[in-house]
């Protein structure tokens, strides 16, 4: 299949056309490098079946695909409220293109979703059905509620079109290939105990997530796109919840590292907890995450050191 991969030269991305490369594919990466680099699809970069295009999703574009995977937006708070505006129009105009896209060839789309879409969740396990408690003018509504439109873009288009759909909702995922800018909780962590600096946890550390390795999450992706009757929403995460406090004592003893904790204050609307419920991706796609977090978290400790060697 031609499958056009958008975001692919960010984090989950890059994995992301590296899978679907290993299984016969011809991938159309198509990046506007906002968070994406060159350095992540470098292991592939010269395959044959492996093309880049540079372009930004809230413009339209127009080639031949199979199928889409739409992961085109900045997932990291600190990325995506840089430039908020670009964000939501990122999360809307750029679906509904890529939904045209889609109609025009007939191609299958899985969008990139979020657990944000949960807001800050008044339950938890999260399952598929709960609505979520989202404010729609805060400083996370850039990203929540342009992921939430896009949703119902997608729904939209599958009703009034037939357009193929498949709708994965991402929890919190970490691994190899993050930025080291990245500003997400584990590369912060990580990058900070290595370079034996204060681990920065905002607010108390009370709040929960729950952390699932990329392997596992591409996995699941896959198993989504691949599998036939299926639209989702469907919750695609790892259901073991961590305190902040407890993944920054983690990440101390798994990086031998002396740095301290430092409180800095907790950012606006930051969900208090986070925790998939899982069930329907196990019954539907027979999939549930495989990584445990200390094998993970060793896993991306080794691409940071590596990293930090390297600038
Ligand atoms: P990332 O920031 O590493 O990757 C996003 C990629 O999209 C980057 O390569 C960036 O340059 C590109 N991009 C941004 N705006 C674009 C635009 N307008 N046109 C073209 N390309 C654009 O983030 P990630 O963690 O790899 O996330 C990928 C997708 O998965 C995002 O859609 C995100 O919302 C979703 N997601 C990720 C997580 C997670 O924990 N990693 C959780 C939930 C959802
Ligand atoms: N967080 C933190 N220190 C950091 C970065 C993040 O304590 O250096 C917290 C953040 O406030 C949130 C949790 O870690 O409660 C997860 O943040 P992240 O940005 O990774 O993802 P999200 O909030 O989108 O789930």
Redesign the pocket.
């Given at each position: 299949m031609r499958i056009l991969v958008?975001?692919?030269?960010?984090?989950?991305?890059s994995h992301l056309c590296q899978a679907l490369l290993t299984r016969g594919h011809h991938v159309i990466c198509?990046?506007?490098?906002?968070?994406?680099s060159t350095h992540n699809i470098e292991p592939f970069r010269n395959d044959p079946n492996f093309e880049l295009i540079e372009?930004?999703?809230?413009m339209p574009i127009d080639l031949p695909v199979d199928g889409i995977f739409?992961?085109?937006?900045?997932?990291?708070p600190i990325?995506y409220q840089r430039h908020p505006v670009?964000t939501l129009?990122?999360s809307v105009f750029?679906t509904i293109n890529l939904l045209e896209l889609a109609h025009r060839h007939g191609a299958r789309i899985l969008q990139?979703?979020?657990?944000?879409v949960y807001g800050d969740p008044d339950i938890s396990p999260q399952g598929e059905s709960y609505w979520g408690n989202v404010n729609p003018v805060g400083i996370r509504s850039c990203?929540d509620e342009g992921?939430r439109a896009a949703e119902t873009a997608i729904f939209d288009f599958h009703r009034q079109y037939g357009v193929d759909i498949r709708v994965a909702r991402?929890?919190?995922?970490?691994g190899t290939r993050?930025?080291i800018n990245?500003g997400?909780v584990v590369s912060n962590f990580i990058v900070q105990a290595l370079k034996g600096e204060p681990l920065t946890i905002y607010g108390d550390g009370s709040q929960t997530r729950s952390f699932c390795y990329v392997d596992d999450l591409i996995r699941g992706l896959i198993a989504l796109f691949e599998t036939d009757d299926i639209t989702g929403p469907i919750n695609i995460g790892n259901p073991q919840p961590i305190t902040m406090l407890e993944l920054a004592e983690e990440i101390r003893v798994l990086t031998k590292s002396t740095s301290k904790i430092t409180f800095l204050p907790l950012p606006s609307d930051d969900p208090k907890q986070r925790m998939p419920d899982t069930t329907l991706a196990s019954e539907k796609l027979q999939w549930s995450p495989m990584v445990e977090r200390t094998e993970g978290l060793s896993k991306t400790v080794e691409y940071f050191k590596n990293m930090l060697q390297t600038i």
């Open positions: 958008t975001g692919g030269a960010g984090f989950l991305g198509l990046d506007n490098f906002y968070t994406g372009h930004d999703v809230t739409n992961l085109a937006c900045p997932a990291s990325h670009q129009k990122t750029g990139a979703s979020t657990s944000e990203y992921k991402i929890f919190n995922t970490y993050m930025a990245d997400r």
